[in-house]
């Protein structure tokens, strides 16, 4: 199963070129939730959600959607994997009241987390809900080690699979032939922030995009799911790219026209 989604919904910008016109923000997330089957909730790194949250999330998308949640950066970078027991507790329990809507929960590690932070990484990782997917995020090239493969194994967490600057794409690509997990997590975010408006594509990412559309097919068959997402810094509209993407993958597309005609069942 290959799922493919974007970093957030909640973009005044993509009224028009993606979500109807007039479309009111309480309806971003069943509007999107028409187009793709799952997306990574960037919140959940500033906060754990409240319970009512994740209820209304869980009743505006259909059966079959699933959230990817960010672990929050209080346990991360403030706390640096250390003494955090609780709120990691707090977490997990609040990323249940998902349910069969729950997708992986990426540990977004800080750049200043180094490979001399592999023992409390390796700690961290052994306190996780085992029956609850994890994927790490490295933002330091040193991490790409043998080492690092066999820690994320031994616990069956995925390492996610980013493009971006932090990492050198030819590794991210090699990593598809050694997954930790089960399933993967990838990430495309660019290489830089300089994007701010999010209302079409600005830059060309053919050439990223025909390289990872090269080595899908190999990882889906070394895993049961992929989950992929796109930010808006990578090209500048992410719903755009996901439907590139969906065309060089031979999946079906959802066209931002048919949306708005569904939009008149409102």
């Known amino acids: 199963m290959l799922r493919l989604g974007a970093q957030g919904w909640n973009y005044d910008a993509w009224i028009g070129p993606f979500y109807p016109d007039r479309t009111r923000a309480t309806d971003f997330l069943r509007v ?11 919140s959940t790194f500033y906060a754990i959600p409240s319970s009512s949250t994740v209820k209304g999330w869980v009743s ?40 069969d809507h729950l997708g992986p929960i990426l540990i977004q590690m800080g750049p200043s987390l180094g490979p001399s932070e592999a023992g409390a990484l390796d700690n961290f990782l052994g306190t996780l809900d085992s029956g609850l997917r994890y994927a790490v995020e490295f933002r330091d090239r040193g991490w790409i080690t043998p080492e690092s493969v066999a820690m994320l ?11 971006a600057r932090w990492v050198p794409r030819r590794l991210m690509l090699a990593m598809t032939e050694q997954p930790t997990a089960d399933f993967s997590y990838i990430r495309w975010m660019g290489p830089d922030r300089e ?26 068959a070394r895993v049961k799911s992929v989950y992929a997402y796109v930010n808006n810094h990578f090209s500048g509209h992410s719903p755009a790219t996901l439907r590139e993407l969906q065309r060089r993958l031979q999946l079906s597309v959802v066209e931002p026209e048919s949306l708005g005609e569904q939009m008149t069942l409102f």
């Open 153 to 163: 194994r031994a616990h069956g967490i995925a390492m996610a699979l980013t493009d």
């Open 60 to 99: 505006r998308v259909p059966r079959g959607f699933q959230f990817a949640l960010k672990l929050p950066q209080e346990i991360t970078h403030e706390r640096r994997l250390r003494h955090c027991t609780e709120i990691v507790a707090e977490f997990e329990e609040r990323a249940r009241e998902l349910g």
């Open 195 to 220: 994007i701010v408006d999010y209302s079409r594509v600005q830059v060309d990412r053919s050439a990223e995009i025909d390289a990872w559309v090269r080595v899908l097919p190999g990882l889906q």
């Open 32 to 42: 999107y939730s028409r187009a793709f089957d799952t997306v990574e909730v960037d």
